[in-house]
């Protein structure tokens, strides 16, 4: 079993900062990626950022330089820092673990941007 456990969302002004965690334990083999994605109301689940076990990062093109996505392996965590939030950034966050032919999901964390 593997689990993942997201924190850090609020309620922030349009233009704040909010820093993500997910905290995964279990029993976890390799990490090749791991990943961030977002579902707003109403609409798909939506790919936000992935980091590669080699620290390699990719984002979804709405991010355009404003999240940060980062891991530390010694504290099994991952990391989203979003700067300069929009009121369109207002999600559930989920992150998420390959393992092998499984995907595993956080529970979510609710991301709301509103003045």
């Known amino acids: 079993q593997v689990q993942l456990v997201e924190s850090g969302g609020g309620l922030v002004q349009p233009g704040g900062s909010l820093r993500l965690s997910c905290a995964f334990s279990g029993s976890i083999s390799s990490i090749n990626a791991m990943g961030w994605y977002r579902q707003a109301p109403g609409k798909q689940r939506e790919w936000v950022a992935t980091?590669?076990?080699?620290?390699?990062?990719n984002y979804g093109d709405f991010v355009k330089g404003r999240f940060t996505i980062s891991r530390d392996s010694g504290k099994n965590a991952m990391y989203l820092q979003m700067n300069g939030l929009k009121p369109e950034d207002t999600a559930v966050y989920y992150c998420n673990l390959p393992q092998g032919s499984v995907i595993y999901w956080g529970q979510g964390t609710q991301v709301t941007v509103s003045s």
């Open positions: 980091i590669a076990a080699g620290g390699s990062t």
